[in-house]
């Protein structure tokens, strides 16, 4: 039996949102009011600012695939290419709740201290991937069931 599972997760969590939406009008409220006053460069490096942070947060997703090949992960903008860990590499996949911001030091690609690289979006629930080389990888999901269930056709 064959069963593949797919989950995109974006960057919603209310205090990221406010706190993107908060430096993008700060620095636009600078460019306008302080804007002639400023050199080129300053005003060039604010409307980067201005733009991309607002742009890296609106795009930012995590992609979960699980299929026949393995699971399949990536993270763009910041990680366009796709990773994978074949089930033949895997010793062990179960399911975690974390604490992101006190486990991880927040949402997005970390280092969970004794859990290895995270890849979180929002929420707690992680599937924990651990190699035969003991590296684990942790991939954040919203459909914790659902992604157990794929997984246990291909791994148990």
């Known amino acids: 039996m ?8 974006y960057f919603r969590h209310p205090l990221i949102i406010a706190l993107v939406a ?3 009008v700060i620095t636009w409220y600078t460019i306008l009011i302080e804007g002639d006053t400023m050199g080129p460069v300053q005003l060039l490096l604010l409307a980067v600012i201005g733009i991309l942070i607002p742009l890296l947060f609106a795009t ?3 992609e979960t695939r699980v299929s026949v090949d393995g699971i399949i992960y990536r993270m763009p ?3 366009w290419k ?10 062990a996949v179960d399911l975690i ?5 006190r486990d991880c030091g927040g949402w997005g690609i970390r280092f969970c201290l004794g859990e290895g690289i995270a890849y979180i979006v929002s929420g707690n629930q992680v599937i924990r991937c651990t190699k035969k080389t003991k590296e684990k990888v942790l991939l ?11 997984i246990r056709t291909y791994f148990s």
């Not at 064959?2 to 997760?9: G, V």
């Not at 954040?140 to 794929?150: D, K, L, Q, S, V």
């Open 140 to 150: 954040g999901t919203r459909h914790p069931e659902e992604i157990m269930t794929a």
């Open 97 to 101: 709740t974390v604490r992101p911001i």
């Open 2 to 9: 064959s069963l593949e599972y797919n989950e995109t997760q």
């Open 22 to 24: 908060g430096v993008a």
């Open 82 to 91: 796709k990773r994978i860990i074949p089930w033949n590499d895997l010793l």
């Open 77 to 79: 903008p910041v990680v």
């Open 60 to 62: 930012l997703r995590l």
